[in-house]
């Protein structure tokens, strides 16, 4: 079984859920939608290798933000991919006086003083958890559909317009080879730009600040949009919340 079989195996068991009888009669009485067991209301995070490092929690519903990201992906993507880099980057630290108490943000602003035998190990472990982490907190399938006030002003004078910002994000993404990312940064001027990383290299680690990342992995939209990565990233357009970035901006660090 190659990796895409797989992807698509596992979707089949996360989303082939069945629901009780009595539960369909109950909801049905009373007018309310049955809840899935693939589909909580508030999924909670599943335990990851003890350390000083935990897998946040969604925050939302796997299927809040179809029907544009489905609730199997969301579901893989968070409670397997996510969860398995901050097991791995717990792992990575284990027993590392050296960076005992290091944030994770402190690990890639800093990777250059990260041990060398381990450094590697944070690069990808610590990056992919940031990146999700981030990721998250992104998405609303509700939020706003532009940024406003010294952001919107940013994008302008960076890019000409907000389309024009979303244009070059999308063509960023578009043209990352293999896995990686497309971000759109800041600076602690204030200053944004469009770049990529690969892998799950974080922008953190070049000094900057990351406002929105597009995860382009193929688990993050395979098992939907298969090699459509162009509609997969129309998709995500529609469920970026503005909002979160407008407030991320103002509260940038220097």
């Known amino acids: ?6 992807l698509k195996a596992l979707a089949i068991g996360i989303t082939t859920v069945s629901v009780a009888p009595s539960t369909l009669r109950a909801a049905a009485e009373s007018g309310a939608k049955p809840a899935s067991a693939a589909t909580p209301a508030t999924p909670a995070a599943p335990a990851a290798a003890s350390g000083p490092f935990t897998l946040p929690p969604l925050g939302y519903a796997f299927d809040a933000l179809e029907p544009h990201l489905d609730a199997a992906t969301m579901t ?19 027993g590392r006086s050296e960076v005992a108490g290091w944030s994770v943000a402190r690990l890639l602003r800093e990777l250059a003083s990260v041990p060398e035998d381990i450094r590697t190990a944070v690069r990808n472990h610590a990056g992919g958890h940031a990146n999700h982490a981030l990721l998250w907190s992104s998405l609303d399938l509700d939020g706003a559909r532009a940024p406003s006030g010294d952001l919107a002003r940013a994008i302008d ?12 994000l999308n063509a960023a993404a578009t043209t990352v080879f293999g896995s990686g990312w497309a971000w759109l940064t800041t600076d602690a001027s204030g200053r944004v730009q469009v770049e990529t990383t690969p892998n799950q290299d974080s922008p953190l680690t070049a000094g900057r600040i990351p406002l929105l990342g597009i995860d382009v992995w193929e688990h993050a939209y395979y098992l939907r949009y298969q090699n459509r990565r ?12 503005w909002d979160v970035m407008t407030r991320r901006h103002r509260e940038r660090q220097g």
């Open 1 to 6: 079984m190659d990796r895409r079989q797989a």
């Open 76 to 94: 893989l993507h968070h409670d397997k991919h996510h969860a398995a880099y901050v097991t791995n980057l717990n792992k990575a630290v284990s």
């Open 157 to 168: 004078d960076a890019f000409g317009s907000f389309a024009a910002c979303q244009e070059r």
């Open 230 to 241: 162009a509609d997969y990233l129309k998709a995500f357009a529609a469920v970026v919340d």
